[in-house]
């Protein structure tokens, strides 16, 4: 039961990034509001196709771990991904960066996004057996 929630949950997440980088591909001002980013010139082009390129791979990857059985692995990618940006983050508040709303939701998306991908892929790696292995057998019949 716990891993079809983790599942869906990975999945339903997985959906909205997808959403979230197809709208940047499309129009990559979807991204100036939701990030505070300006993109005049060929910043567009950058913004476009790097931010995207993180939210649609991210989003593979967890529609892989969730979906494809022995390719949890593919959870780590998102956890790798959104761990080293709000690494980012934290050392731009340490060196002075500004910090609005808008960062500070950022930072908690990302760490919940950290947390479900690492723990979904820490429970989904283990054989759905294993706690009933260690149990101890009843041989009184």
Same mark, same amino acid.
Not at 67 to 77: E, I, N, Q, S
Not at 109 to 138: F, T, Y
């Given at each position: 039961?716990?891993?079809?929630?983790?599942?869906?949950?990975?999945?339903?997440?997985?959906?909205?990034?997808?959403?979230?980088?197809?709208?940047?591909?499309?129009?990559?001002?979807?991204?100036?509001?939701?990030?505070?980013?300006?993109?005049?010139?060929? %910043?567009?082009?950058?913004?476009?196709?790097?931010? =995207?390129?993180?939210? $649609?791979?991210?989003?593979? +990857? @967890? *529609?892989?771990?969730?979906?494809?059985?022995?390719?949890?692995?593919?959870?780590?990618?998102?956890?790798?991904?959104?761990?080293?940006?709000?690494?980012?983050?934290?050392?731009?508040?340490?060196?002075?960066?500004?910090?609005?709303?808008?960062?500070?939701?950022?930072?908690?998306?990302? %760490?919940?996004?950290?947390?479900?991908?690492?723990? =979904?892929?820490?429970? $989904?790696?283990?054989?759905? +057996? @294993? *706690?009933?292995?260690?149990?101890?057998?009843?041989?009184?019949?």
């Amino acid at each position: 039961m716990v891993n079809l929630v983790l599942r869906g949950a990975v999945l339903l997440w997985a959906v909205f990034f997808t959403i979230l980088g197809i709208q940047g591909i499309l129009d990559p001002t979807t991204f100036v509001d939701t990030f505070g980013i300006g993109i005049e010139g060929a %910043a567009a082009n950058t913004v476009r196709a790097d931010l =995207s390129a993180f939210f $649609l791979v991210a989003a593979g +990857g @967890a *529609a892989v771990g969730a979906l494809a059985p022995g390719w949890t692995r593919a959870l780590l990618v998102p956890a790798a991904l959104y761990g080293t940006a709000l690494i980012g983050r934290l050392i731009g508040v340490g060196m002075g960066d500004i910090v609005n709303p808008g960062i500070v939701q950022a930072m908690i998306i990302e %760490a919940l996004s950290v947390a479900l991908m690492a723990g =979904s892929w820490w429970v $989904l790696s283990r054989p759905q +057996g @294993a *706690a009933q292995a260690e149990a101890p057998i009843d041989t009184v019949h």
